[in-house]
């Protein structure tokens, strides 16, 4: 880290101290103009993968899968196939690699840990009142605490999107330095909403926010409200981390959720990663996909470009 | 690392002849007085085909043929019929735009990503909005009765040879002129293409003729006698003899020359946009652009944080192979203009302003320029007065909203400008104070046909596209 950013790190992280110092800093952040923010997205979308470029890019998508189900339905028994499922989600080809995690509601992470213990396959619980998190603070404190203690090593928050709306900044900010701390150890991912910010400007204020209060990750949603992740948010939010980085010398990853379900909308995104961030950030590590059929997809066309010929659903496996 | 692996588009969708005639009256003739030539890929300098040079009298031929077209046939024609034919030019197209994107990057060198997903939807565009004016030209607003002026020469450029055509031709038709189109020596192939395709279209003879070669055949062409309109696009140099020839006649002249645009970013601007507009308006089509914004203006306060943006973006660029679809920048189109880019890079370099490109590997055979910027540029600077035509960027900074349009402006040509800013009202102070034909606000290179094109000063007279465009076409 040069000595300009360790200043302008120690010059960031007093933001957080008072209302008009984040909302002067927020606001003063470059506007996105949206059809243009739309178009360069599209513009990435026509890229063309092919051969060894797209199986590259099938095994890096795999590994880059948090395999997620948050369901009231969820019960021990199905949590525990989707677990076994990401550590092979191929059975049939040893060289299929994992998947980057499991994401599950806090109650169902004890059955998950049985499983992915010692893995190397990393357990994400949602929690802070998720998806909405309309809760009071020692209550989605507690949810954290208990995700934590049960065995998640990766929590992923909601942000107060009625506080940001209403433009109180410094408690959606204090909120996330507060979940970060009752994190301990296990990594931060700040769900932003971004269906609920609803503009662009929105989108880049929150992802600085929530990385200016300590936030390892930004995500786009909980999958459960109708607009979830697309490329142009993406977009906005890898130019977010890589100015934040830029500006700290602190990285940050990126998760967008919801909505990617085929091989070609992953490898959009992994297009976009490489051409706006670059190698960094394509790694599981910086990049992670929140979704459940994308899965499947992902295996098709990999087992399509090994094999040469489609296979049917059914040689693969449902969870 | 993510290595994109190459993903060509196929050659075999496009059946190129070993040699072309002149098309003349409806059919493919072998030139009278005058030789051949060869088009040559500039990616590969591999020929692709050979090619017929009318001289004088082929020249004749085709201007009689067009005549007699006009008053026997398209001149009587109701205008409903002629937008039958101008419909189903359109619908043509678009049935064979794979094939002729494939040949326009052959030919030209520019990126099939932008032949595929600009020039052939916007030349099936053109054709169909002015089939729809065909037979609604009393409502134009031209007068109850606007007529045809007769046969018209149009001379196009190499940069974007069938839209050229596409502005040319479509309007005149739709108005009922006949035409004589001379295409540039170096991207003659489109052109040829969409005389099959006239043919194809059943259009009756001698309504489109394409008379292919170089200076010599432009010139016996704008200056026949038999002309009722001259249309060209082009330099400002050829732009200005044709004024010349034209002078006195009776002939109508449209003139779409060179430019030098300013685009404009200020201190409020989406950087992450204005940056991609920035590589959009000069590396788009390798900078071969006459609207092309080859003077970027920065507002000193953000200059430093936009120029490293615009650095970073550059260095994704991807230079090579045109027919690769992912390739952002082509090959140049032409030794000769590789030749000037390079003289007047140089001509920068030697002026004192700051060179810098991306680490880009070019291919060995073919013709290409790295794409360029240039820092520490000023007013005095040749390569901040002079049209380059290539991937050349020449940035300046200004202090005050004035000054930025004092510094637009100071130029002898005037086609375009952008403006980026996030506020409106400045974005209509400046429209109203920059002298171009053009202004684009947090855009760039936006074409529609129903939008008017043309410029201020050197960069010509007249409007193509849109309901402006058929007055070039009219008695008016």
Known sequence: MTATATSARSEL?????????LRTFLHGLPGVDQVGAEQRAAQLGTRSIKTTAKAQAIDLAIRMVDLTTLEGADTPGKVRALAAKALRPDPADPSCPHVGAVCVYPAMVPYVAEVLR???VHLASVATAFPSGQAPLEIKLADVRAAVAAGADEIDMVINRGAF??????????????TKSACGDAHLKVIL?????????????????????????IKTSTGKVPVAATLPVTLVMLEAVRDFRAATGRQVGVKPAGGIKTTKDAIKYLVMVNETVGADWLDPDWFRFGASSLLNDLLMQRTKLTTGVYSGPDYFTLD | MFEYAPAPESRSVVDIKPSYGLFVNGEFVDPTDGGTFKSINPASEEVLAEVAEAGPQDVDRAVRAAREAYEKVWGPMPGRDRAKYLYRIARIIQERSRELAVLESLDNGKPIKESRDVDLPLVAAHFFYYAGWADKLPYAGFGPNPQPLGVAAQVIPWNFPLLMLAWKIAPALAAGNTVVLKPAETTPLTALVFAEICQQADLPAGVVNIVTGA?????ALVEHGGVDKVAFTGSTEVGRAIARAVAGTRKKLTLELGGKAANIVFD??????AVEGIVNGIFFNQGHVCCAGSRL?????????????LKRRMAQLRVGDPLDKNTDIGAINSAAQLERIRELSDAGSAEGAERWSPACELPERGFWFAPTIFTGVTQAHRIAREEIFGPVLSVLTFRTPAEAVEKANNTPYGLSAGIWTDKGSRILWMADRLRAGVVWANTFNKFDPTSPFGGYKESGYGREGGRHGLEGYLNV
Not at chain 1, 13 to 21: F, I, M, N, P, W
């Open chain 1, 13 to 21: 992280s007093e933001l957080g101290r008072s209302e008009t110092a």
């Open chain 1, 118 to 120: 010692g893995s190397g």
């Open chain 1, 165 to 178: 709306l209403a433009g109180r900044y410094k408690e959606v900010y204090d909120e996330i330095v507060a």
């Open chain 1, 193 to 217: 909403e971004t269906g609920e910010l609803a503009t662009y400007d929105n989108v880049r204020r929150a992802s600085w926010l929530a990385m200016l209060a300590g936030g390892d990750f």
């Open chain 2, 215 to 219: 200076g010599d055949t432009g010139r």
């Open chain 2, 268 to 273: 409020d601007a989406p950087i992450d946009q």
């Open chain 2, 297 to 309: 203006l920065i507002q000193e306060s953000v200059a430093d944080r936009v120029l490293e943006s």
